[in-house]
């Protein structure tokens, strides 16, 4: 193959055999020399000894590959998974912290929002009890300053003798008097 002119070399078998190999290399898509070739190449770099069916180096192999992959998966969950999960447990465990207080915070938040409620009624109770006390305060002040009308006004009709800016005075202090009830 090296430039070189190839000589071809001859095995004999039997029918059998050639009956197999030729089934096996149309099942694998080669021809017979290149199937032939492929295997002897195939011994030859993994030292495996065809009489070996069962092939333990092979299974060996597999079982320390495995093994190997079962030791590195061991090591990962022990660098990566185990303190990501203890790192979670934590983080929930503040988040259940935070949801309780974040309850309780709620619940005293309920507690001064039915206090303040409470207090605005009791506010509004008040103002209607001081809307009601200066209704009455303006009714008394209006009464008494018909009443002190009324009195001046009879009081004129008596006679009683003085002067008519006299008169005015001492009404408008006694009207300011009155206001200041």
Do not use: C
Not at 2 to 7: C, P, R, V
Not at 17 to 23: A, E, G, I, M, P
Not at 101 to 112: G, K, R, V, Y
Request: avoid cysteine; charge should be positive; proline fraction near 1%.
């Amino acid at each position: 193959m090296d430039g070189k002119i190839e000589k071809n070399r001859s095995v004999k078998f039997n029918l059998q055999v050639d009956t197999k190999l030729d089934n096996l290399a149309r099942k694998l898509g080669r021809t017979k020399r290149t199937l032939v070739i492929q295997m002897i190449d195939y011994f030859y770099s993994t030292k495996k000894d065809p009489m070996d069916i069962n092939d333990h180096a092979l299974r060996n192999q597999l079982s320390q590959g495995i093994n190997r992959i079962l030791s590195f998966i061991k090591q990962q969950e022990k660098d990566l998974l185990v303190p990501n999960f203890n790192l979670s447990s934590e983080m929930l465990n503040s988040l259940h912290v935070q949801v309780s207080e974040s309850a309780q915070h709620s619940l005293a938040l309920h507690d001064i929002s039915i206090h303040l409620k409470g207090m605005n009624r009791t506010m509004d109770s008040l103002n209607r009890q001081l809307d009601s006390e200066k209704i009455k305060k303006s009714v008394l002040i209006t009464n008494a300053v018909q009443l002190v009308d009324n009195f001046l006004k009879d009081r004129d009709a008596i006679g009683w003798s003085m002067s008519s800016a006299k008169k005015d005075e001492l009404y408008k202090k006694l009207i300011s008097d009155l206001h200041k009830l």
